[in-house]
């Protein structure tokens, strides 16, 4: 892999897009991504050739709405046993999270995946709650779990996520102009390149699907540069190693088998039709939503507010950096968070925040 | 957030195989793949999802260098 971050080439392709006198707007929709552009300062390399890279709504823990995260406490409060990827802990629901809650005596387990948390509830008398966060990357896992006839005390908050409404919500908004995306590789990995056409086709968008080096962003934007140039608008896939047109058919069967479309609420968006993921009913017992209705009923309907002054909900759809938000480093930071694009390792707060300090970009850290 | 760097299969029992992320070993649930030992693969949340093709890796890296010869040709 060490080859993807050769240094010749990398300055070969900075210089061509230099050349080119761009001046455009791409956009992002991973964690990941956002990473590899603030830990190896691409993102101010690309600025320098006229090119501005947001992130869109990419980051699972962030697009979680308010009414999602109190259900998980709610559970906990009530006695449940709740499973969990490490990154929600801390993300405020109403007034908690899922950290004040355990500090309160709530049964609340960080996780790695979710069979870990199927063989808690194997060891344990009581419910297990897995929260199922997260886009086509672990929806899949989740799925795979359930349909593995897991013990009756076991059961999904499923608040699984798929990116491709998200980006047609993006373009249908027509609050930002995109000149190019730059899709997930790992999301893709599962999809394949398919259902990002439509956004080609219909919104005249150009698209890259890209690996995570930092030649592979390059060669990504590079790619973008060039449809951008010649006027095409076209899915390419510079992550050929792992992302077949056609994705992994093991795991769509799975969640095809285990989930139905439902329309959800994303931070920072009004309700996109068709982008969450429901237990499907032969999975019932399973399906924390159904099982724990009375409890769960009525913190969903509740209204819930967002964290005052916080932006996340724009950043989620590109329309500000995080070094935009008054708050940045001042009120908000990784030990402070007032909102989850500071709380997830995939938030662009957070990313923002652990590679620059005052303006200083930290490489090692 | 996505582990980027693929892991090598060292072992498989079942739906279960060892990984090995740069020197430590870690479980990972092998359902939704088709992997044989030595294969490496992308690991997201204790399961592969993917095994990289490492063909189309090295293909890549000559895509990358050809183009970059086609613009110094051209310029
Ligand atoms: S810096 Fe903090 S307050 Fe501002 S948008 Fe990010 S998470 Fe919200």
Sequence with gaps: MFRYRDREVSKKIMGELEKMGLDITLMHVCGTHQDTLMRFGLDGEFRKAGIDIRQGPGCPVCVTPPEEIEQALELARKGVTIAAFGDLMRVPGREQSLDDVKAEGGDIRIVFGIDDAVEMARDSENEVVFVGLGFETTAPTTATALLADPPDNFSVLNFHRVVPPALRAIASLGEIKLHGMIQPGHVSTIIGTEPYEFLSKEHGIPQVVAGFEPLDLMMGVYMLAKQIGEGRAVVQNEYSRVVKRGGNPVALKAMEDAFATSDVRWRGFPVIPRSGLA????????????????????????EYKEPEGCRCGEMLRGLLTSEECPLFGRQCTPSTPVGPCMVSREGSCYISHRYIRGGRRLDEH | MCLAVPAEIKSIDGTTAKVDFGGVMRPVNISLVDAKIGDYVIVHAGYAIEILDKEEAEKTLQLFRDILAQEDAGA
Excluded: Y
């Design chain 1, 279 to 302: 237990v499907r009913s032969t999975l019932g017992k399973h399906d924390a939503a159904k099982k724990f209705e009375d409890i769960l009923a009525p913190v969903r309907d509740a």
